[in-house]
Structure formats: structure tokens, C-alpha cells
């Protein structure tokens, strides 16, 4: 699917033909629309199909003028997915006097422009542009490593008391979404730090700024992807010798009722043998058997708490 949009006195709007200055958002194109968007802008094949690589690296090319930009970006998996958060590769091309970015679905990040969430951006600075968007990237990230953070906690809050092992694999998938996050930004900061001595983009005064401000986020975002990562592991170990500790606990328990159950239970059995027994012709026998068998009961929780067991 393309779509193009450009920034106007009126906000973004969107427009059928591919004039200058414009934005072309690509998203899973076929065959024969990347064919056309080759011909129609001279640039290789393979910029538009790399970024449609769920496991394509970050990087960035030059070709003739054309450059793309390749950055991972986060996206939020639907509620029903085993996976919270996952990352896939935004493709950002500039040629010509347009910006094309591609995508191999819906990214939150480009999202965010098309909702009015991102403001003072203009799709004809394209340079400034491209850094907007690798900017929210690694804002994005911050956002669901918050996200990720508070997950976890309530994770750990109801571990304490868990005798099964689903929480642990809600865990467990939150750390497979950290180690995307890791390998993603690790990938962009190196992608994004070539950018200050390779000369790629030719970048004014305030869009210098920008970039700066670009690698302070990815480094932080890659400092607290690191932490909640290494903090996951240790919960994952942890919280795994508490269920198994919990479920002894809880075998323990149930032991000791059988233990106190069985008591009055072994007296009821031997007064029902069909043989003489003593007291069978007392008043009171029923009482003084029951008497026996609740005091057993509570000698044996007596001797049970004495030990800590209970």
C-alpha cells in the first residue's frame, strides 16, 4: 500500500500525486508497486525490499545520490500475543526532493505523525525529517521500556503467592521483548553515531542539535533496556525457586491435615470391626470415642506446630 501526505499551512495532509517535498509511506508494497516507485525515482530494488526483513539490521547506504536509512523501531503485539513488544525495521529513503520511509507493516512510530502527536515537523525538510522520525524511534523505546518496567512489577507482586507457572512465562516473554529491544538499539546507536563522521546528511546548525539530542536517547534507552534485562533475569531465577518453595509449602500443608485427619479416622475404624470392644456397653461410649479422637487431633496439631511444621 502507498500513501503520500505533505506539510501545508493546514497541517499534514494527504495527496494523490507524488509532488516535491512530499512523503510516500510504503507499507508492505507488492511486486509490481516497487517496480513502479524504482522507475519512477531511479533508486536500487533493494532499498525497498531490505526494510521488509523482519530481520534486517540498522544501517544506512548510499547509492547515486539516493540514501537509505534503516532503523529498528519498537511495536506493540496486540493483547492476545505471546510476545508484548517486538521490533521491526523502518526503511527511510531520500531521494530526489521527496522522503519515502518502508515499512513491512503499521509502525507506532510513523503512526504518531500521521495523528498529530509529532508536532513542528515538515515533510519538505527532509534531512530534518529523517531525524524526527529515528528521534521518536528511540523515544518510543524509552515509552515501552516504562511500560515493560511496570509489567514486570506486577509480574513480581502476584509471584510471591503463585503455585503455577504462567506468570513465570509472562516473564520470561517480557525478557524475549528486552533482548529485542537490546539488539535493536545496540544496532541503532552504532547506525546513528556514523552518521557524526560519515557525512551522509548534510545537516544545518539546529538539525546538529537534533541528531545530539537523537544519540543522548539511544544511549539511554540501550542503558535502561540493559538494566531491565539483567533485572528480568534475576527475577526469572528467582521467582522460579519461590513457586517450587510455595508448592512445598502448600505439600506440607496438605500433608499435615491428612496427618491430623487420619487420627480420629484410625479410632473410628478400630470401633467398627465387628469384634468385642471395650466401653461397647457404655451410656456414654459415643462421647468418650469422639473425646478420644478430638484429643488425638489435637495432641497431633500441638506436636505439628511445636515442630514448625504448621
Known amino acids: 500500500m502507498i500513501s503520500a501526505y505533505i506539510t501545508t499551512e493546514n497541517g499534514l495532509i494527504p495527496v494523490d500525486a507524488w509532488e516535491d517535498g512530499c512523503w510516500i509511506k510504503v507499507v508492505n508494497p507488492t511486486e509490481k508497486e516497487i517496480s513502479l516507485l524504482v522507475e519512477r525515482f531511479g533508486v536500487w530494488v533493494e532499498f525497498f525490499t531490505d526494510p521488509l526483513d523482519v530481520d534486517e539490521r540498522a544501517r544506512f547506504e548510499v547509492d547515486e545520490g539516493h540514501i537509505l536509512i534503516l532503523i529498528r523501531s519498537p511495536r506493540r503485539e496486540p493483547e492476545e500475543a505471546a510476545i508484548p513488544y517486538i521490533t521491526l525495521p523502518i526503511g527511510i529513503i531520500l531521494t530526489g526532493q521527496v522522503i519515502i520511509t518502508v515499512t513491512l507493516t503499521e509502525v507506532d512510530v510513523l503512526d504518531e505523525f500521521l495523528s498529530g502527536w509529532v508536532k513542528n515537523f515538515d515533510t519538505r525538510t527532509r534531512t530534518r525529517f529523517a531525524l524526527q522520525i529515528c528521534y521518536r524511534t528511540a523515544l518510543r523505546f524509552l515509552r515501552y521500556l516504562k511500560d515493560i518496567n511496570r509489567m514486570s512489577s506486577q509480574i513480581e507482586m502476584n509471584l510471591h503467592r503463585s503455585t503455577t507457572n504462567d506468570l513465570l512465562l509472562d516473564l520470561f516473554n517480557l525478557h524475549k521483548s528486552l533482548v529485542f529491544f537490546t539488539t535493536s538499539l545496540r544496532s ?123
Do not use: H
Not at 537534533?210 to 538494566?227: G, R
Not at 517450587?244 to 506440607?252: D, F, L, S, T
Open 188 to 310: 541503532n546507536s552504532l547506525m546513528v553515531e556514523k552518521f557524526s563522521y560519515s557525512n551522509v546528511l548534510d545537516m544545518s546548525d539546529e538539525e546538529i542539535d537534533l541528531y545530539e539530542e537523537m544519540v543522548i536517547e539511544n544511549k539511554q534507552a540501550l542503558e535502561m533496556a540493559n538494566i531491565y534485562t539483567s533485572i528480568v533475569m534475576g527475577m526469572t531465577g528467582t521467582f522460579a525457586s519461590i513457586i517450587n518453595n510455595n508448592v512445598n509449602v502448600v505439600m506440607k500443608l496438605l500433608t499435615s491435615i491428612t496427618i491430623l485427619i487420619s487420627l480420629p479416622t484410625l479410632i473410628a475404624s478400630i470401633y467398627g470391626m465387628n469384634v468385642q470392644l471395650p466401653l461397647q456397653e457404655e451410656p456414654f461410649a459415643f462421647l468418650v470415642i469422639m473425646f478420644c479422637a478430638i484429643t488425638a487431633s489435637a495432641l497431633g496439631l500441638f506436636i505439628l506446630v511445636r515442630w514448625k511444621v504448621l
